[in-house]
């Protein structure tokens, strides 16, 4: 299989190339040159999820061998990495409605399903071109990607990982997670300021061609973790024909019958892998996007025009507070049927002026397929209590979006296909907006946290998971901070 750009002025690479670069040198996005056919068997219903894993990943990673994805599989979701054998369980909320659980990883977040995997494949990747370097992964992180890409990078041979993390705008969790992070190739430091300004120092330093001379002198190459590399969309697929194999095997679907996913929506990679298994031959209806109030893409499913050009706002889904969702531009041209043309417009647009409209046709497939609504804080918050109250399941506020979207579709459609609710944390991970939603003001005043974490554990019987335990016990290992005219050397230090 080849990789072309969505940008069109790139020459074909394979599988294995498309994952080292990350970006396509175009500044494009690398897909399938060719539509990929995998229909649901019969041995596949007898399969572990590492085997499944890998039989779906084979026909688009064509330079890997079978035994290479597998031993990658069962590195990457080991029990000692997942707390569930099922790897992504399926949950049954009611006879038509279902939540498939991707937060059973180290990190507690679906993130971890493709980082545990992109580290293994993107050292294959490096051992099959003549390149002899070894990876140095350089994030800047708001949050979860950070402790998931650390997870996901620990111990493994040939890759070095350093993370940099605003020190005002981590949560106290999410920084714990990441200063007590072990590992022997990794270095977690604090840059003073806010996302904006570490994100925009590491993203200078990554194009400084002085730095890259200087890591390749020592042996290294740069990659990025980040979620526009094709090698973290392809390990997503799976998990949707697990989800639908569950289905099939509890008697709750028969063969062929079409279900919806319902996705809780960002970068619009979550949902992007859902729409690859469908044109893979997945039995899919509909797909639902769920949006918090930056609802840039309910508003583009709607109207067919993008404008980025609105408030950021705050909100208590903060992996879902994204402006600019960049794998849109795979959609778009796998609905054109494959102009790049026509994308590379509506991108320059959306570049210059933070908006653009796709034509007629495009907008009337995109609404044939996929549904959208948004859900504010307010309503976030009242279906976690909801959905506590009636069916006794607790929902962390990423999957409540989802979930209150959910009902607002089947109010409106009244559609009774059987639907999948993609959920992506535990809900132990946004503990204060869940323990505000079934918790008494009273029992919840002056906690922290780590406290709430107890209350919510004595209060619903669910456990803490492994990850989020004693995490304010846990020895502090990365104390450094530095301002952000500092990342150079710092990096320049962690090589020498
Ligand atoms: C990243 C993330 C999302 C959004 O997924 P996209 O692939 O960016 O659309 C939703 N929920 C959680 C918990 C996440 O970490």
Known sequence: MEYISTRGKTDPVSASEAIKEGIAPDGGLFLPAKDVNIPVTETMVKMSYQELAAAIIAPYLTDYGPEELLEAANAAYSPEKFDDL????????SPSLFSLELWHGPTCAFKDIALQLLPHLLTAAIKKSSEKKSVFILVATSGDTGKAALEGFRDIPGTRIAVFYPDEGVSEIQKRQMVTQE????????????????????KQVFADKSVAAAIEEKGYRFSSANSINWGRLVPQI???????????KSGAIADGEKINFVVPTGNFG????????????????????AANSNNVLTDFIVTGSYNRNRPFIKTISPSMDILISSNLERLLFELTGHDAEAVASWMSELNENGSYTVDEVTGAKIRQLFWSASAD???????????????????????AVAAEVYDRYLAESGDDT????VSTANPYKFNESVAAAVLSPEETAGKDEFELLQLLESETGQKIPAGLKNLDKKKIIHDATIKK????????????
């Open 86 to 93: 099922a790897v992504t369980p399926l949950h049954k909320i």
């Open 377 to 399: 804080d307010r309503a976030t918050i009242a279906a976690i209590r909801r959905y506590y109250k009636e069916y006794s399941y607790l929902m962390d506020t990423h999957t």
């Open 485 to 496: 005219g500092e990342i150079r050397d710092a990096i320049l230090q962690i090589i020498s």
């Open 238 to 248: 799976v998990y949707y024909y697990r989800a639908y194999i569950e289905l099939l």
């Open 183 to 202: 590992g022997s190739n990794v270095s977690v430091i604090a840059v003073k300021g806010n996302f904006d300004d570490a994100q925009s120092a590491v």
């Open 270 to 289: 979550n949902i992007l892998a859902a729409f690859y298994a469908r044109s893979a031959g997945l039995p899919i209806n509909r797909l639902i996007c």
């Open 418 to 421: 059987k639907t999948v609710i």
